[in-house]
């Protein structure tokens, strides 16, 4: 099993960037999928869900408005755009799938907002 995030760097303040995670090794039109994300010291923070069909999504409110998570079954990928960024953004992102009792992790990709 494995989830690979891209698409992380450094973007100015008001910038956009695309968060790829692609997934393999488990059925993954079956399993919901989200987007954490963690700065040191503190808790992962839930930032963006999406149902196993895309039908239904759900964010955090410091994010909403701003991302927009979807995901491409075809290709198993799931993405976060995100727009309107600002330097509380900054933290590492991780791609996480859940199906039932089963749960993966990506390994996290870095994002830093910064002038």
């Known amino acids: 099993v494995q989830l690979v995030e891209s698409g992380g760097g450094l973007v100015q303040p008001g910038g956009s960037l695309r968060l790829s995670c692609a997934a393999s090794?488990?059925?993954?039109?079956?399993?919901?999928m989200s987007w954490y994300r963690q700065v040191p010291g503190k808790e992962r923070e839930l930032v963006a869900t999406i149902t196993s069909a895309g039908g239904s999504t759900d964010y955090a409110d410091s994010v909403k408005g701003r991302f927009t998570i979807s995901r491409d079954n075809a290709k198993n990928s799931v993405y976060l755009q995100m727009n309107s960024l600002n330097v509380e953004d900054t933290a590492v992102y991780y791609c996480?799938?859940?199906?039932?009792?089963?749960?993966?992790w990506g390994q996290g990709t870095q994002v830093t907002v910064s002038s």
């Open positions: 996480n799938g859940r199906w039932r009792w089963a749960e993966y």
């Open positions: 090794g488990f059925t993954f039109r079956t399993y919901a």
